[in-house]
């Protein structure tokens, strides 16, 4: 009788949890756990990871088609190249005058670029943003438009630009500038006729050493945000769209 007393007294004493946990045997959490396991998960745990996935699969096409409907064209001029490098397959890789650092660093803004972002040997870090601002030049006929031409660089975004300037993002990467419309990927149908052309456009260098082709004359579409994607090209005075 004092025994089943002390242990009423005592069980009055313990806490909800320890006594509760004292109860539970090892067979009682194995079957709970193995209900809890067959649960099936909420909604929104399946979802939220598809929603993050499809965000990063449509965020490129997304971009590309803001910057088509929001962006102004910007006439560019590339390089005379080797043919042989610039007709890679099923595309062309292009490399604009605004590409190489060593026009550029005449520019307004440069010293103070490179002071921001020094790396080694007085080189811009690698992965360094910047912005081109490029001024339109007029054309005085209705046939190859004349490329804008760069008056200055920043490390930021310009808050305001006169009409005829716009702010083209690139990045510093390996020595050069890029801004995302160095490649071109040719329709099939379009495919071998421009590659034609790029070929007739062969002329020979100082000394006959080399054979390289004429510029290639590129409209762009660029946002307020500085991005950009190709709208067409000219070789020679055909204009091929994209």
């Known amino acids: 009788m004092k025994s089943d007393s002390s242990e009423s007294s005592r069980n009055k004493s313990l806490s909800p949890e320890v006594e509760f946990s004292e109860k539970l045997t090892f067979r009682d959490y194995l079957i709970a756990t193995e209900q809890k396991a067959n649960q099936p998960l909420p909604f929104w745990r399946l979802l939220v990871p598809l929603l993050i996935q499809t965000g990063i699969i449509l965020a490129v096409p997304t971009q590309a088609m803001y910057t088509n409907i929001a962006g102004r064209d910007v006439i560019l001029q590339t390089l005379p190249q080797d043919p ?5 397959d099923f595309s062309l890789t292009l490399d604009y005058n605004i590409s190489r650092v060593e026009n550029l660093r005449r520019l307004p803004g440069w010293d103070n670029l490179l002071r921001i972002n020094q790396g080694r040997n007085r080189q811009l870090l690698p ?3 910047l912005y081109v601002i490029l001024q339109e030049q007029q054309s005085f ?3 190859v438009p004349r490329a804008w031409r760069p ?3 920043s490390s930021n975004l310009p808050q305001s630009l006169p009409s005829n300037q716009v ?3 690139g990045v510093y990467q390996d020595n050069a500038i890029t801004y995302g419309v160095e490649t071109y990927y040719l329709p099939e149908q379009q495919r071998q006729q421009i590659s034609d052309d790029i070929f ?3 002329q020979q260098t100082r000394g006959n050493r080399r054979r ?4 290639i004359t590129v409209r762009i ?4 945000q500085g991005n950009a994607v190709p709208v067409s090209l000219w070789v020679r005075d055909r204009n091929y769209s994209f």
């Open 84 to 88: 042989n490098n610039v007709v890679q």
């Open 127 to 129: 992965g360094t943003n």
């Open 167 to 169: 702010a083209l993002r």
């Open 151 to 153: 008056v200055r660089v």
């Open 221 to 224: 579409k660029v946002d307020p």
């Open 141 to 143: 006929d209705s046939g």
């Open 200 to 202: 007739q456009s062969v």
């Open 212 to 215: 390289q082709i004429r510029p």
